[in-house]
């Protein structure tokens, strides 16, 4: 704004100086008016060059400002993607220790299940053993007690009855008692009267 102040003052100045000078001598007058016109000229032209510089100066001011704002812009992207990649990172953290989590209460779980099922195998060779063993042995006894007593019990009665019949020489006879209402010794008396004393 100056500088442009500066040159229309220059031109009123030469302005008034051709004016004083076409009101004297001709050949000297014309030769300032030369003077004048070449200084005008190169006023023109420095004018010219000024405002291409300006010119240039918006122009590169503008690019730069154009590429600082780019920049900026590539700067919160990779801001943004740094802070996704981040919550990624912290998500798969969180999900790798509730995985290591898992994976160490399912092994104990396993583990756990092999010894029950260690367990079951010892206690199933028992049992084995025990039914190979007692099974014959109590089938047995009950041989020798229905040899004995002659009485064929029911052994799918609840656990205070007892039930089933009684093969006397002569006669079938039927065996129902509640061992709950009567006392021990009674129902011992009536399953011994069943027993035949003759040898």
């Not at 003052?9 to 076409?22: Q, R, W, Y």
């Not at 004995?148 to 006879?173: M, Q, S």
Request: net charge negative; proline share 3%; charged share 30%.
């Amino acid at each position: 704004m100056a500088q442009r102040r500066k040159f229309q003052d220059l031109e009123e100045t030469g302005e008034a100086l051709v004016a004083f000078i076409n009101s004297s001598q001709p050949v000297k007058l014309r030769q300032v008016k030369d003077e004048h016109r070449a200084l005008f000229d190169q006023h023109v032209e420095t004018k010219k060059i000024v405002m291409q510089i300006l010119k240039d100066m918006a122009q590169t001011e503008e690019s730069a400002g154009q590429r600082l704002l780019d920049m900026e812009e590539e700067k919160k992207q990779r801001e943004n993607e740094l802070g996704n990649l981040e919550e990624q990172l912290r998500q798969c953290t969180a999900k790798s220790q509730i995985t290591d989590s898992e994976l160490q209460f399912l092994q104990r779980e396993l583990e756990s299940l092999r010894n029950t099922e260690h367990e079951l195998q010892t206690l199933q060779n028992e049992v084995d053993e025990d039914t190979t063993e007692v099974i014959p042995s109590a089938v047995y006894v009950a041989q020798v007690y229905y040899l004995i007593t002659k009485i064929k019990w029911e052994y799918n009665t609840p656990a205070n009855i007892l039930k089933g019949v009684h093969y006397g020489a002569d006669l079938a006879t039927p065996i129902n008692i509640d061992t709950s209402v009567r006392p021990r010794g009674d129902v011992s008396d009536q399953l011994w009267d069943f027993v035949s004393t003759e040898w």
